[in-house]
């Protein structure tokens, strides 16, 4: 499934810039864009985040 990850993406950026798509399946295109952005900037806020707080749990051990 992941490796199906780049022509997905692929087909959902083409969907949303074909003028001839229907504009319904046109934006739900641009939300599913926006969406998995918004995803990976905050996958991303978390791992810049989390060795700090690592660091400042007591005696410096990861909680689980």
């Known amino acids: 499934m992941q490796q199906a990850t780049g022509p997905a993406a692929t087909v959902m950026l083409r969907l ?21 952005a918004i995803q990976g900037i905050e996958l991303e806020d978390i791992d810049a985040r989390l060795p700090a707080l690592e660091q400042a749990a007591p005696n410096g051990t990861p909680r689980r």
């Open 16 to 36: 949303m810039t074909d003028v001839n798509v229907p504009p319904a399946v046109r934006l739900r295109a641009a939300e599913c864009v926006f969406d998995h």
